[in-house]
């Protein structure tokens, strides 16, 4: 918590630096540094004391950790009643409280975890979604202003909410993934989007980080983190957090018995190609689900299907998609040899033809320069290489002459571009397997949501109670922000124009702006009207600017109620 006055920035060559994140200048203070002989350098251990002053740079704005390493000195006295900021966001606060009540998040979390814990969850699950980030150090900055949910809106130092996140135990996190798919209604056919992502980890030994095969290569361990998503209503169902080094196709029959085990019967799965094998096709056959797996035109697994096809249905009426500005055909067959059943392979052609062309070539290219530099060496060149170009090499030193381009090669995957292939157990249309298909554009917006909006490109822990405590939060603010993307995107069809605030991150920066001010007697008041942008957006969650105007009365009365019993 960030205390109500300023002191001089303590004076101590090399052990004070600064970090600016957006307007404002947190001050660090280093503690030791630590030398890491795999790294070969020193690490420093450090911690933010305070906030720098916006009128004068020698001083700051200290916190409890600047409290707890140089309390020695001589402080002024915390002014009463002014622990909170003159100026509160409500915005996008009073939106995820709906969302919340909605849900019931609250009560299932108060189930688990108990009231005053459910009140910091859910505070450190909306942080991160407004603020884009799930650093502790920054919490008490955000809480200073905007309301919380917390008991009394009570400001949580970082070091408490370290505490908080080592504290959470499996058994709160599992029982509240099973109430929450509990409440799911099993009888209803749906189809589950399931794809996985992997995350760094900087710092900790945690047991399930190990060096695996990450998608952003930063040189560090990670870990495997994958979400079940309800495509037919559009929300996150469970997730799978595994060692790195776990393939994703080794871990699909692992989510298949838990998706049994949460009761789903009746429901079909949208997987990507990472997750195809025959052993797990035969395994979807014998739990009865439905599957639908998207395979790129140049696999091998359906090179030679769209080949057979290309030029039966492009440009033909029947077989235009207009929803998708796409042709497509269906036909029956196998997915291998042995393959007991007849699968349907939904053939598409799109207007990425040219951009996939161009990639073809630009790589072309570099390979050529590549081999080009090498003549007259002595080196190995990778199948990647041979797969398009003829080497001629001389047999007695192995030095490279030329490099052929394999020409037949090049224009057989030139042929294939802008095609791609549905593959479904169950029998539909091409324009059904599609649409189908697009529905899981919110969970894969939503992974991409998860690293680049909600901070977590990385974690930031030490022990494995703190990771597996942040992967849960994480997954409540995916809740939240899913239901913010859908209902925004709802709204959005309805609208003649295409308005750049409808996406979530835009939303939330303008529903930021609906600010409540303390005024001389102390109460919080609006500063002004709800804007006409703002009115577009509180629209997608069925709200209005007299219920803002109602809940920022509320709120007023309550931080006037709970400043009356601090004092």
């Known amino acids: 918590m960030y205390l109500n006055f300023e002191v001089d920035i303590p004076k101590i060559p090399g052990k004070i630096n600064y970090v600016k994140k957006g307007s404002t200048v947190y001050v660090r203070y280093v503690l030791e540094r630590v ?18 002053s916006e009128k004068n740079p020698e001083r700051m704005i200290p916190n ?42 609250p009560e299932i979390l108060e189930k688990y975890l108990g009231k005053k814990e459910a009140g910091l969850f859910l ?27 917390t008991g009394q809106m009570h400001i949580y130092s970082d070091s408490k909410i370290s505490d ?20 799911r209604d ?14 760094n980890c900087q710092a900790g030994d945690l047991r399930f980080v190990e060096f695996g095969h990450p998608k952003e290569d930063r040189g560090l361990p990670v870990f495997n983190y994958s979400i079940a998503y309800d495509t037919d209503n559009k929300v996150p169902l469970f997730y799978e957090q595994y060692p790195g080094s776990i393939v994703d196709v080794s871990q699909l029959q692992y989510m298949l018995k838990k998706a049994e085990g949460y009761g789903y019967k009746r429901v079909g799965f949208i997987l990507d190609r990472g997750y195809f094998c025959r052993e797990n096709i035969q395994y979807m056959d014998e739990c009865g689900y439905d599957f639908m797996i998207m395979v790129k035109g140049m696999s091998g697994l359906v090179r030679q299907t769209i080949l057979e096809n290309k030029g039966e249905f492009e440009n033909i009426r029947k077989y235009n998609i207009r929803k998708f500005k796409t042709f497509g055909k269906t036909i029956k067959k196998k997915l291998y040899t042995s393959d007991k059943k007849e699968r349907y392979f939904h053939i598409y052609s799109d207007q990425k033809a040219c ?64 095609y791609f292939v549905i593959v479904t157990s169950k029998q539909m249309s091409a324009e059904e397997a599609l649409e189908l298909y697009k529905s899981r554009d919110v969970s894969e917006k939503l992974f991409r949501g998860d690293k680049s909006y909600l901070g977590n490109r990385s974690l930031r822990v030490q022990s494995d109670e703190a990771a597996n405590a942040k992967i849960f939060v994480e997954f409540v603010s995916l809740i939240i922000r899913s239901r913010m993307y859908v209902l925004l995107k709802n709204e959005m069809e309805k609208l003649d124009k295409k308005p750049n605030y409808m996406t979530v991150p835009a939303a939330i920066r303008e ?29 997608a969650f069925d709200m209005d600017a007299d219920q803002i105007q109602d809940r920022a009365v509320g709120l007023s009365r309550l931080i006037e109620k709970y400043a009356e019993k601090g004092k």
Not at 131 to 146: D, G, I, L, V
Not at 386 to 400: C, M, P, Q, V
Not at 528 to 535: F, L, N, S, W
Request: hydrophobic fraction near 30%; glycine fraction near 6%.
């Open 64 to 105: 409890e950790t600047f409290v707890k390493y140089f309390g020695g000195q001589k402080m002024p006295e915390q002014k009463a009643g002014q622990s909170r900021s003159s100026c509160l966001r409500i915005g996008t606060f009073l939106v995820i409280q709906k969302i919340l009540n909605g849900y019931k998040l």
């Open 123 to 149: 505070d450190l699950a909306a942080y991160s979604l407004i603020s884009e980030n799930n650093a502790a150090q920054y919490y008490p900055s955000y809480a200073y202003n905007h309301p919380l949910f």
């Open 35 to 52: 030398y890491h002989p795999e790294k070969k350098y020193n690490v420093p251990e450090q911690r933010i004391i305070g906030k720098r």
């Open 164 to 183: 908080f996140l080592a504290s959470l135990t499996d058994d709160q996190r599992i029982g509240f993934v099973n109430e929450w798919n509990t409440n």
């Open 355 to 418: 951009a996939e062309h161009e990639q073809i070539e630009a790589k072309i290219d570099r390979m050529t320069k590549y081999l080009n530099s090498l003549k007259g060496e002595k080196v190995a060149v990778g199948d990647g290489y041979k797969k398009y170009f003829k080497l001629e090499i001389y047999e007695d030193d192995g030095t490279i002459i030329c490099a052929r381009e394999r020409t037949e090669v090049i224009q057989e995957e030139i042929d294939l571009c802008g």
């Open 186 to 199: 099993h009888r209803e056919k749906i189809y589950i989007s399931y794809d996985s992502t992997n995350k």
């Open 511 to 539: 529903l930021e702006k609906i600010e409540l001010v303390r005024q001389t007697d102390g109460k919080y008041r609006m500063d002004h009207a709800v804007t006409a942008t703002q009115k577009t957006i509180l629209k």
